[in-house]
């Protein structure tokens, strides 16, 4: 059992940055695939960006491509979401997830899943 606790949301002006961490318990997050979503209510949601177990391999959504790294520490257990250059089209809860191995861009196939952590950014 992996429990994920996302921190880091928050109100930004447009064109700012933040960081958000994702940090795990309860199981060592090395084993596990660890992707962002968001969602914005009313809506599905929406694949940001993923990255495999060892770090090795990285996914971006094309709306994020070039704005938005993530990476990994394993040995602290936690997998950062560095967003630049934000937008208003960016506003939306973000998700964390974990699985073994899933589809990278689809929420389906991630078992774990924190709270979520408010991500606002004003015009």
């Known amino acids: 059992q992996v429990q994920l606790v996302e921190t880091g949301g928050g109100l930004v002006q447009a064109g700012g940055s933040l960081r958000l961490s994702c940090a795990a318990s309860g199981r060592t997050l090395s084993s596990y695939d660890v992707g962002w979503f968001r969602q914005v209510a009313g809506k599905e949601r929406e694949f940001v960006s993923a990255i495999s177990w060892s770090g090795g391999s990285t996914f971006y959504a094309d709306s994020v491509k070039g704005r938005f790294i993530i990476s990994r520490d394993n040995a602290r257990n936690t997998v950062s979401l560095q967003m630049n250059s934000l937008k208003p089209d960016d506003t939306a809860v973000y998700y964390c997830?974990?699985?073994?191995?899933?589809?990278?861009?689809?929420?389906?196939?991630?078992?774990?899943w924190g709270q979520g952590t408010q991500v606002t950014v004003s015009s």
């Open positions: 997830a974990a699985d073994e191995r899933p589809t990278y861009n689809n929420y389906h196939q991630y078992h774990y």
